[in-house]
């Protein structure tokens, strides 16, 4: 009896290549299927290739005149649709110890993405601040607005920084629905559902749902609704 009779390399070679193109067709086709939805498309340039927010490890952030000092990681822009699996991964880096400080300055942007970040720095055990950071590490007067407010919410305690705005209003959705009133209260509930587990008053709801623009609280308002639990009075 002869030897066993074995096809070709030439044609295993061809099937080999022609299941490789298969397959990366297949991965390809899913792939934009999934980034064609807008949502999705935002999502993946806010995670790799345009983060909307900036961070900065700061060694030893100066909160008031007492001299000492707290490591911190600075976090300022837009909060976007993938914010926080960015702000997780920064906080890995900058390697925060509890009682550390997340310093923030935002005009807000994603509600739910916001409340993620908050939850984060509340399971960490950082506490939270509004402003900026001279080359010292002596902190500067900054805002923090709409859907910051509820990352800030996350920090336990909650410093109130002289010079430094909280800024609150009306939530809305931007996309489509059947029943624009029902989404209203839905993101409400959320919001305040939120917010007392935060430990912040009620009366924060309140606030934003007196005015879709920005209403700037003042330190003693946002003392009175446990917003801010440490105010700070000197720089």
């Known amino acids: 009896m002869g030897p066993p009779v074995r096809a070709p390399r030439a044609r295993w070679h061809f099937w080999s290549v022609a299941i490789f193109i298969l397959l990366l067709s297949s991965v390809g086709i899913r792939a934009?299927?999934?980034l064609s939805q807008p949502d999705a498309w935002h999502y993946w340039k806010d995670q790799y290739v345009s983060p909307s927010l900036t961070s900065q490890v700061i060694d030893t952030l100066h909160l008031d005149g007492s001299g000492r000092g707290r490591r911190a990681l600075f976090v300022s822009g837009t909060i976007g649709p993938a914010a926080a699996s960015w702000f997780r991964a920064r906080l890995d880096e900058?390697?925060?110890?509890?009682?550390?400080?997340?310093?923030?300055?935002?005009?807000?942007?994603?509600?739910?993405?916001?409340?993620?970040?908050?939850?984060?720095?509340?399971?960490?055990?950082?506490?939270?601040?509004?402003?900026?950071?001279?080359?010292?590490?002596?902190?500067?007067?900054?805002?923090?607005?709409?859907?910051c407010v509820l990352a800030y919410a996350g920090g336990k305690p909650r410093f109130g920084v002289l010079g430094s705005a909280l800024g609150v209003h009306?939530?809305?959705?931007?996309r489509p629905v059947n029943d624009p009133v029902a989404e209203a209260q839905r993101i409400s509930g959320a919001v305040?559902?939120?917010?007392?587990?935060?430990?912040?008053?009620?009366?924060?709801?309140?606030?934003?749902?007196?005015?879709?623009?920005?209403?700037?609280?003042?330190?003693k308002q946002a003392l009175a609704m446990n917003?801010?639990?440490?105010?700070?009075?000197?720089?």
Do not use: H
């Open 32 to 34: 934009w299927r999934d």
């Open 94 to 147: 900058a390697n925060l110890a509890a009682g550390d400080v997340v310093l923030l300055a935002s005009p807000g942007g994603d509600l739910a993405q916001a409340m993620i970040m908050g939850e984060i720095i509340r399971a960490r055990s950082l506490a939270t601040a509004v402003g900026g950071s001279d080359a010292s590490g002596r902190i500067k007067p900054a805002y923090c607005a709409s859907a």
């Open 170 to 174: 009306r939530f809305v959705t931007t």
């Open 192 to 219: 305040l559902g939120y917010m007392t587990k935060m430990g912040v008053s009620s009366s924060i709801v309140e606030a934003m749902s007196e005015t879709r623009e920005i209403r700037w609280l003042s330190p």
């Open 227 to 235: 917003l801010v639990t440490e105010p700070v009075e000197k720089l």
